[in-house]
């Protein structure tokens, strides 16, 4: 039996997104310029309602309202193991703070895989709720975002504002 993957695209303060899910889990948040060579999945449907889209458009609107810190959603990145573990320590990432690719590497009891976590990060499918924007170099600076570093930098300063 083949899983049917739906779409649905919503507008943000970054661009237009659009979140894709099959019956049970999200499986990507992509970016309206995102090469599909990035994230590799089967053809979706259109679908404008779609309980689980509807309740992740929800929460991505109560992030951008800052109404939200954290996203509560069946999440089912497709990838490999190493990825899968690298983008489930993203998520342990608290808003408003960032960690380095070695943190994560640390974390993930990889000290040495600091440039595996940094691959694995730039095909994160599920931006913004799988927060990949809150990893950085160890330098501090800005390093590639699929959503490009204009969109990172305006995340990471939206999440360091205070509410209101």
């Not at 992740?56 to 990145?77: G, S, W």
């Not at 193991?81 to 960032?98: M, N, S, V």
């Not at 380095?100 to 976590?117: E, L, T």
């Amino acid at each position: 039996m083949t899983t049917a993957f739906f779409h649905l695209e919503i507008p943000s303060p970054v661009g237009k997104l659009t979140l894709i899910a099959d019956d049970k889990n999200i499986v990507a948040l992509l970016w309206e310029n995102d090469p599909p060579s990035r994230v590799r999945l089967p053809k979706t449907v259109a679908a404008p309602n779609h309980p689980l889209l509807k309740k992740a458009q929800k929460q991505i609107t109560e992030y951008f309202a800052k109404k939200r810190t954290a996203f509560d959603l069946p999440l089912e990145p497709l990838g490999t193991a190493f990825q899968k573990k690298t983008w489930k320590a993203l998520r342990a990432i608290p808003f408003g703070e960032t960690r380095s690719y070695a943190d994560i590497a640390k974390k993930i009891g990889s000290p040495k895989a600091c440039r595996a976590v940094g691959a694995a990060n730039g095909k994160n499918p599920i931006s913004i709720i799988v927060p990949c924007h809150r990893v950085i170099g160890s330098n501090g600076k800005l390093t590639g975002f699929a959503g490009g570093l204009e969109a990172k930098s305006w995340l990471l300063d939206f999440e360091a504002k205070p509410k209101g």
